[in-house]
């Protein structure tokens, strides 16, 4: 069973709606929790960082961690046409320097 | 400042071929990692290295080797005899600190292998 289980989807939102995307995780080590947006054919680009639990706001973008149930989600207020992108959740015990565990993404789209 | 940057950006190579992937970056960040990206599968981590001429396996490292130079902005990452399964997109990143609280990534090279 992988570590960080994310709803590939797609999901498909009219724009200006709200979205909501989730992730699970299974290694109680983990800490650090993190957003990464990817468009089609780049790479991977940090969106939003966490560290434990709590939430954080960043413009319409809102990163929640709740530890206790092991959930990430990531909120996108007013969403817009340009968000449509796969978004990966990644997290990471601190422990090392190994690297992430990264959610297999989910694909999301914006309908204007 | 380029950030992260990986050579070459598309490949196809035929079984049993040899390659080697440049990653470099120009933010003297000490952590380097190579990622491939799977259909399904998300990223799963190859190798990783933690400073000059150090690396370290992944979750995946077989088929594949390594070598941080001595000018530590660039990690190779080596397909000796390439395989259909290797097949994939593959991503470099480097981190500034050892408790990986962030990650930047190349724009990734697409190899075909056939």
């Known amino acids: 069973q992988k570590e960080v289980e994310q709803d590939p989807g797609p999901l498909s939102v009219p724009e200006g709606a709200i979205v909501s995307l989730n992730c699970t995780y299974s290694n109680s080590a983990f800490q650090y929790f993190m957003w990464y947006r990817q468009y089609s054919r780049k790479g991977p680009e940090l969106l939003m960082y966490?560290?434990?639990?709590g939430n954080k706001e960043d413009g319409r973008f809102t990163a929640q961690v709740d530890k206790s149930s092991k959930y990430i989600s990531l909120f996108i207020r007013d969403s817009q046409p340009s968000d449509s992108a796969t978004y990966l959740c990644a997290s990471d015990s601190g422990g090392g320097a190994d690297g992430l565990t990264f959610g297999k993404g989910t694909h999301l789209i914006i309908q204007p | 400042n380029a950030g992260v940057t990986q050579t070459p950006k598309f490949r196809v190579l035929k079984t049993g071929q040899s390659m080697t992937l440049l990653c470099a970056q120009d933010?003297?960040?000490?952590?380097m990692y190579w990622y491939r990206q799977d259909p399904g599968m998300g990223l799963r981590l190859i190798h990783y290295?933690?400073?000059?001429?150090?690396?370290?396996k992944g979750e995946v490292p077989d088929g594949y080797n390594v070598s941080r130079l001595k000018k530590k902005q660039n990690f190779l990452l080596g397909l000796e005899s390439a395989a259909p399964s290797q097949t994939s997109v593959y991503f470099c990143?480097?981190?500034?600190?050892?408790?990986?609280?962030?990650?930047?990534f190349g724009p990734g090279t697409r190899l075909t292998v056939l």
């Open positions: 990143a480097s981190g500034q600190t050892a408790s990986t609280d962030t990650q930047y």
């Open positions: 966490t560290y434990s639990s």
């Open positions: 290295s933690v400073g000059e001429g150090t690396t370290a």
């Open positions: 933010m003297n960040h000490e952590y």
